[in-house]
């Protein structure tokens, strides 16, 4: 089991990382994810070649606000707002 410390060290090179173009592995509670700058056009690409995606389908983009949401999402449904609002934790 991890400490706090050990945790953060761990979130601080996966963001040191996402930060200089690169991608991460990271565990969700199914599956493991594949993860960038999703404002990095040419890391988002690199994880298209790996999963040899040539259709390019979608993929998720985590935000932290609806501030964010609004920067960079096209045309969000207005439900997306609603959720944020009466959620209790992300």
């Known amino acids: 089991m991890q400490n ?3 945790l953060q060290r761990e979130a601080d090179e996966a963001v040191r990382v996402m930060k200089a ?3 991460i592995l990271y565990p969700t509670d199914t599956v493991w994810g594949l ?3 999703a404002t ?3 890391a988002v690409e690199r994880i298209y070649k790996l ?3 040539e259709n390019k389908k979608s993929m998720l983009m985590l935000c932290a606000s609806a501030d964010m949401v609004v920067r960079y999402v096209n045309k969000a449904p207005g439900i997306a707002f609603e959720v944020m609002e009466l959620a209790t934790s992300p």
Do not use: F, M, P
């Open 40 to 42: 990095n056009a040419e």
């Open 21 to 23: 173009g690169g991608i």
């Open 51 to 53: 999963k040899r995606s």
């Open 35 to 37: 993860g960038c700058d």
């Open 4 to 6: 706090n410390t050990e």
